[in-house]
């Protein structure tokens, strides 16, 4: 198996745990037994998170508050866990957010902040966390990625670029770590009833309009699909079945096609 055995000595360092995804990753691992390292800006959401999952699998789980945007603010994180006299087994990159709207429209910031949280946080800790896996021989590494990897998407344009990045990278990592104990995996989830899509700016309403009903996955069914993916040290995950077949008919339908189609139905660019 390519996750790690959980120990009193390590933990799953999980990333974005205060919502959505990140917080059904963190309950799928406690109820393997792993003590869990819950990071996000929101301490409160964490701490409660935090106080369910010791109350409902006896596992340790302690609260990191972190703004991953900020490259000094990761920088605590490797010292947050050497503290705790813990060593980080599993590391679950699952932070990030899309902004929403044609380019010409979009705010520096907002775009630069994402791609921060994006690409930056997760080559960052890949780079922090990766090296002593390999030299300790164990480990486990899950990056969120999206279905909108596989493609451009005019209205999320730099979202499906930042996530097109985490999937290549994630790629060669993967193949990178043969042989060493550590692996590597991507997920890929199609559209999911989180917080997501309001956060980007798009309500619920719309987010219902632009996909069909089939291809909305639960957070919880994409945390186990992504769990049980990375015990089996899968490359990519791509939770349901209608997205698996969305996403690699994505990455072979002709680009001249496909793009203008997806512009014409993104419901931002209306």
């Known amino acids: 198996m390519a996750l790690p055995a959980p120990s009193a000595a390590s933990t799953a360092l999980v990333t974005g745990a205060s919502s959505g995804i990140g917080v059904e990753i963190a309950r799928e691992l406690a109820r393997r037994g792993h003590g869990v390292t819950l990071v ?8 409660a998170l935090a106080d369910e999952l010791a109350e409902a699998h006896g596992v340790r789980a302690e609260v990191v508050a972190v703004d991953l945007a900020d490259a000094g603010s990761r920088a ?3 010292d947050a866990v050497a503290e705790r006299d813990l060593t980080v087994d599993v590391l679950v990159n699952n932070a990030g957010f899309s902004t929403m709207g044609p380019v010409r429209a979009a705010q520096a910031e907002a775009e630069l902040r994402m791609l921060r949280v ?3 946080a997760v080559v960052d800790l890949c780079v922090r966390f990766v090296g002593p896996m390999v030299d300790r021989g164990r480990g486990a590494v899950l990056n969120v990625a999206s279905t909108g990897a596989f493609q451009p998407l005019p209205g999320q344009a730099g979202y499906a670029a930042s996530k097109a990045f985490v999937l290549s990278y994630t790629d060669a990592l993967h193949a990178e770590l043969k042989g060493t104990g550590v692996s590597a995996t991507s997920l890929c ?3 999911v009833r989180t917080e997501f899509g309001e956060t980007a700016g798009l309500s619920r309403e719309e987010s219902d309009a632009a996909l069909p009903r089939f ?3 639960t957070a919880e069914d994409v945390a186990k ?3 049980a993916g990375l015990d089996r040290g899968r490359a990519v995950v791509i939770p349901g079945a209608a997205n698996a077949v969305g996403a690699y008919a994505g990455r072979l339908a002709p680009k001249k096609v496909l793009v203008p189609l997806l512009a014409r139905q993104h419901p931002a660019l209306r």
């Open 40 to 47: 996000a800006r929101r301490e409160e959401r964490l701490k």
């Open 76 to 78: 605590t994180l490797p």
């Open 118 to 120: 994006n690409v930056e």
């Open 189 to 191: 989830p199609g559209p």
């Open 215 to 217: 291809m909305w996955e």
């Open 225 to 227: 699909a992504a769990v």
